[in-house]
């Protein structure tokens, strides 16, 4: 059942066709964009002697968010992602030394420079920005590519169609691609505090009850993911894994559309705030069986089957061992924190009550770097649906 007040906890009913009609404010901090290329037709980078792809507005004010300077000092400054890379380097030096490598999306070139430092024979530093200041020709196969594309939500942005590009053109067989693999992870959360600053705030202003604003500071404060940091605390359940990606047989198309159901057991009872969504990448080589069979996806478990500690979700320390770079809540902090989709209102949920659904995620067709995001939830009974759009 709904809520009588004019306004849903986030969700729409099923087989509701309302919709609501505001703001869509983004008043929350984030860097305008998280990668400089394109991925969906001109791929992000510039290639002499190749045909150009018609850049859209949206492309080019893309392209010139990645030419200031700060953008690229906030990436380098987060020590989790600059120096995870700069391992996975070093320990697939063997891979790298002597070798030609492509670093897509390059940015300033710090990982251009750390391949260079690793013995590489030849880099290839390609971005679509200004930052970088004149155009590639690769007239050669090349046996690596390297490349930060992870956006917020992992997927945010579309920068993995960068390298898929790349790796379809160039890469030679048995090539190696860093990262290798990426896995999106979703939990539901409960935070009260957050949820308390943006709306409780309201029933009390300096000894005023403003909370005709209640249904507008919800809108503003929650119609729109948020990026937001949180800690294991704040997760009611283990995680589920949204997607798997291998970069040695992801295709473009398998991108643009993701759907999965999952299925969760509160280990509490607590206030039910939403959903928040967080990655890791590995960074190994590619595997004989069953990884490099085009089309291969790893089967998916419920939550309830997820194991703590899982070694997946871990940075591994031995030398013949996967680096992990984890952005998950529980782990060191990084510049891409955590994606939250919160609710309007919260649910309370008990301890072993389930919660169950389904997400899709899609290349916007306004924008195909944005994300929407159709998230399908029921629990005690009730069902809802809401959606919203990462721009």
């Not at 919709?19 to 860097?31: A, D, N, T, V, W």
């Not at 998280?34 to 507005?57: A, I, K, L, M, N």
């Not at 000092?73 to 600059?82: N, S």
């Not at 089967?299 to 194991?307: G, L, M, N, Q």
């Amino acid at each position: 059942m709904l809520p009588g007040s004019g306004y849903t906890n986030g969700y729409l009913p099923h087989g509701s066709s309302e919709k609501r009609i505001g703001l869509s404010p983004r008043e929350r901090f984030r860097r305008g964009s998280r990668s400089s290329r394109d991925s969906r037709s001109g791929h992000g980078f510039r290639v002499s002697g190749q045909e150009r792809p018609r850049c859209t507005e949206f492309d080019m004010a893309y392209f010139q968010s990645y030419s200031h300077v700060g953008i690229h000092e906030e990436m380098i400054k987060d020590r989790v992602r600059t120096e995870t890379y700069r391992a996975a380097i070093l320990q697939h030096q063997s891979s790298i030394a002597g070798k030609v490598v492509v670093d897509v999306g390059c940015g300033t070139g710090i990982l251009s420079i750390f391949c260079a430092l690793a013995g590489a024979k030849r880099v290839y530093a390609v971005d679509a920005s200004e930052i970088a200041v004149q155009d590639v020709e690769i007239e050669e196969e090349v046996d690596v590519i390297i490349s930060e594309w992870m956006g917020y939500m992992l997927l945010y942005e579309s920068m993995l169609g960068s390298v898929i590009t790349a790796r379809d053109r160039w890469l030679k067989p048995g090539g190696l691609i860093l990262p290798s693999h990426a896995t999106l992870y979703m939990a539901p959360i409960t935070h009260s505090e957050r949820y308390s600053e943006s709306i409780d705030f309201w029933r009390n202003v300096y000894g005023i009850d403003m909370s005709a604003m209640l249904p507008l500071a919800k809108q503003c404060a929650f119609e729109e993911p948020c990026v937001e940091t949180i800690t294991g605390e704040n997760v009611l359940t283990w995680p589920f894994v949204v997607k798997h990606v291998d970069c040695y047989t992801v295709t473009i198309q398998e991108l643009e559309s993701i759907t999965t159901r999952y299925r969760f057991t509160s280990m509490m009872q607590a206030p039910f705030h939403g959903f928040a969504f967080w990655f890791d990448v590995e960074f190994s080589g590619p595997a004989i069986f069953p990884a490099n069979i085009h089309g291969y996806s790893p089967p998916v478990a419920s939550s309830d089957t997820y194991s703590p500690g899982s070694s997946q979700r871990k940075k591994r320390s031995k030398s013949n061992e996967a680096l992990v770079l984890s952005t998950a809540p529980e782990d060191p902090p990084t510049h891409w924190q955590q994606t939250l989709i919160y609710f309007y209102d919260p649910i309370e949920v008990k301890q072993d009550q389930v919660i169950e659904g389904s997400i899709t995620l899609s290349q916007s067709k306004e924008n195909p770097r944005f994300l929407n995001i159709h998230l399908e939830y029921a629990s005690g009974g009730r069902s809802f649906v809401k959606e919203s759009v990462m721009r």
